[in-house]
T-cell receptor, first 114, second 108 residues
Framework: NAGVTQTPKFRILKIGQSMTLQCTQD?????MYWYRQDPGMGLKLIYY???????DKGEVPNGYNVSRSTTEDFPLRLELAAPSQTSVYFC?????????????FGPGTRLTVT | GIQVEQSPPDLILQEGANSTLRCNFS?????LQWFHQNPWGQLINLFY???GTKQNGRLSATTVATERYSLLYISSSQTTDSGVYFC??????????FGTGTRLQVFP
C-alpha cells in the first residue's frame, strides 16, 4: 500500500490564483481530513469527511472547498489564494468504526502565496 | 472551544536520558491522541489514549481524564526521537484541537 499520497509537494501561487491539492488513500478508509500547519504551530482542521458524499467544516474552513466523490480521493480547493493561506497542508485518513481512531498522514504540500 | 497547552515548549536531551511531556486541556475530552512530527515533517500517530496508560516500546502515555491532562514518557531517548510532539483532543467529535507542540532535540 502507498498509504496517503499528496500532490504536489510544493507550489507557489500568486495572490488571486486558484488551485487544487490532491489527496488519495489506498487503504479503503472511510474518514479523511485536511489540516494546515503554520510555522511553529500545531495542526488546524480545515475540512473532514466521514465517507463518500459527506463532508463537514473544521476549525478553519474559510477560503477552502472540498468534495468527496470516491472513497479514495479527497481534493482540497483553494479559490482566490491569499498570503494568509501560505502554510503546509496535510491530508490524513483513518478506517472509521469503533477503536480505529489512529490517523495516517500524507507527506504534506508546502504552499506559498505571494 | 477546547484549549490545549503543552509543556515544555522545548527540550534538549543527551542520548539515553528520560523525559516527560505534558498536555493540559481546558475542558473534558474523550478523544485524545499523541503525534510525532520528525525533522522532515512526517507525522505519525503515537497513541490514542482517552484514559489510562499505554506503552509502545520506549514510549508510554498516561491520561488522567478527570483532571484533564496527559503525559508522554520517553525513556532512553535516541537521536531518532528528535522532532515535535503534539497532543490533540476533542469531545464526541472528530474535530481534533492540537497543541503547539514540544520540540525535542536529542544529541549523541
Amino acid at each position: 500500500n502507498a498509504g496517503v499520497t499528496q500532490t504536489p509537494k510544493f507550489r507557489i501561487l500568486k495572490i488571486g490564483q486558484s488551485m487544487t491539492l490532491q489527496c488519495t488513500q489506498d487503504m479503503n478508509h472511510n474518514y479523511m481530513y485536511w489540516y494546515r500547519q503554520d510555522p511553529g504551530m500545531g495542526l488546524k482542521l480545515i475540512y473532514y469527511s466521514v465517507g463518500a458524499g459527506i463532508t463537514d467544516k473544521g476549525e478553519v474552513p474559510n477560503g477552502y472547498n472540498v468534495s468527496r466523490s470516491t472513497t479514495e480521493d479527497f481534493p482540497l480547493r483553494l479559490e482566490l489564494a491569499a498570503p494568509s493561506q501560505t502554510s503546509v497542508y496535510f491530508c490524513a485518513s483513518r478506517p472509521g468504526g469503533q477503536g480505529t481512531y489512529e490517523q495516517y498522514f500524507g507527506p504534506g504540500t508546502r504552499l506559498t502565496v505571494t | 472551544g477546547i484549549q490545549v497547552e503543552q509543556s515544555p515548549p522545548d527540550l534538549i536531551l543527551q542520548e539515553g536520558a528520560n523525559s516527560t511531556l505534558r498536555c493540559n486541556f481546558s475542558d473534558s475530552v474523550n478523544n485524545l491522541q499523541w503525534f510525532h512530527q520528525n525533522p522532515w515533517g512526517q507525522l505519525i500517530n503515537l497513541f490514542y489514549i482517552p484514559s489510562g496508560t499505554k506503552q509502545n516500546g520506549r514510549l508510554s502515555a498516561t491520561t488522567v481524564a478527570t483532571e484533564r491532562y496527559s503525559l508522554l514518557y520517553i525513556s532512553s531517548s535516541q537521536t531518532t526521537d528528535s522532532g515535535v510532539y503534539f497532543c490533540a483532543g476533542s469531545y464526541n467529535t472528530d474535530k481534533l484541537i492540537f497543541g503547539t507542540g514540544t520540540r525535542l532535540q536529542v544529541f549523541p
